[in-house]
């Protein structure tokens, strides 16, 4: 009987989902060029681009973010060789730049009716919240405060955009400055969203620092994720009522149409801060039993055959 052949399989790799504020797959190969090109110009020369997302409020505002990539997505080649963005889960943008959370204060008015009962809050940034010897060693990124300032009712906000980690983007914008016609570009480099980076390594900490002073004093924290990010936490019991929590994760999602990508509300899971770094740790403890037998089999490894630690 003949060896069978392999048959050729789709290939996944994550690329550019959205670029100075406009998705990817709906650029003309002129318009991507374009952005490539002016990457590998000094940036005195580069053209100032807008923000899309924070444009979208009424202000013109630049893009501040190197290489302009404010999400990223995996994409997927058949054995044809088309290109297009992955179906399903797997083609979630996730979001590498927070200014892509402004698109139209749709989170802020979202944010201000469920904790706060006005769609119309006020927002200040970065407030001093830790001190060191009268030197400001912590702030609270956002705050909402309700537009009757006589009672004073707000709340915190926490924005968390994602890491990557792998090939650098440049590569992409050089290969993208090489291609003809108007197909989509394979990536040319793997990457892949650092979740861990982004949650437990940054989010986590902001959580454990603030938060317990915040309940103390009967605010709430807000944090702000897109649905790829909360995709990758561990499960997190919720709360059947905001009075019963300290956390509120704000999760946004993006829908497609033939304009591009737009954000839009998904849901909003309430938490404990417990509760909460169980999720961002995506594990829950074992109990004694199975964590002693994982000693015992490794013990047994060392003593057949290991070296002891001197």
């Known amino acids: 009987m003949p060896p069978q052949r392999n048959e050729p399989r789709d290939r996944y790799l994550y690329g550019i989902g959205e670029w100075y504020g406009r998705s990817f797959i709906t650029l003309s190969g002129?318009?991507?060029?374009?952005?490539?090109?002016?990457?590998?110009?000094?940036?005195?020369?580069?053209?100032?681009?807008?923000?899309?997302?924070?444009?979208?409020?009424?202000?013109?505002?630049?893009?501040?973010?190197?290489?302009?990539?404010?999400?990223?997505?995996?994409?997927?080649?058949?054995?044809?060789?088309?290109?297009?963005?992955?179906?399903?889960?797997?083609?979630?943008?996730?979001?590498?730049?927070?200014?892509?959370?402004?698109?139209?204060?749709?989170?802020?008015?979202?944010?201000?009716?469920?904790?706060?009962?006005?769609?119309?809050?006020?927002?200040?940034?970065?407030?001093?919240?830790?001190?060191?010897?009268?030197?400001?060693?912590?702030?609270?990124?956002?705050?909402?405060?309700?537009?009757?300032?006589?009672?004073?009712?707000?709340?915190?906000?926490?924005?968390?955009?994602?890491?990557?980690?792998?090939?650098?983007?440049?590569?992409?914008?050089?290969?993208i400055t090489e291609s003809t016609g108007e197909a989509i570009p394979f990536p040319v480099r793997r990457r892949r969203p650092d979740f861990r980076s982004s949650g437990p390594k940054r989010l986590m900490p902001q959580l454990q620092i603030k938060v317990p002073t915040l309940r103390r004093w009967g605010k709430k924290m807000c944090v702000l994720v897109d649905c790829a990010f909360f995709e990758q936490l561990g499960r997190m019991a919720s709360e059947n009522d905001l009075t019963n929590s300290d956390i509120a994760w704000f999760v946004v999602n993006f829908e497609e149409d033939a304009a591009g990508a737009h954000l839009v509300r998904d849901f909003v899971h309430y938490t404990t801060l417990e509760r909460a770094v169980e999720g961002l740790t995506a594990g829950l403890p074992v109990s004694l039993p199975v964590f002693e037998r994982r000693i015992?089999?490794?013990?047994?490894?060392?003593?057949?055959g290991g070296q002891p630690v001197e």
Not at 105 to 113: A, H
Request: aromatic letters at 10%.
């Open 30 to 175: 002129d318009e991507r060029r374009h952005f490539a090109q002016i990457q590998f110009l000094h940036k005195r020369d580069r053209p100032v681009m807008p923000c899309l997302p924070r444009c979208s409020t009424g202000i013109d505002v630049p893009c501040t973010k190197e290489g302009g990539v404010c999400s990223i997505r995996q994409y997927c080649q058949n054995a044809a060789g088309q290109v297009n963005a992955a179906e399903g889960k797997l083609g979630f943008f996730t979001t590498t730049c927070p200014y892509r959370f402004y698109e139209r204060n749709m989170v802020f008015r979202w944010i201000g009716e469920t904790i706060l009962g006005s769609a119309t809050p006020y927002i200040v940034n970065q407030v001093k919240f830790l001190e060191r010897e009268g030197s400001a060693v912590g702030r609270i990124d956002h705050v909402l405060i309700h537009p009757d300032t006589v009672n004073f009712s707000w709340c915190a906000l926490e924005m968390q955009a994602v890491y990557f980690s792998g090939g650098k983007m440049i590569d992409e914008f050089r290969a």
């Open 296 to 304: 015992r089999s490794k013990l047994e490894s060392l003593l057949h």
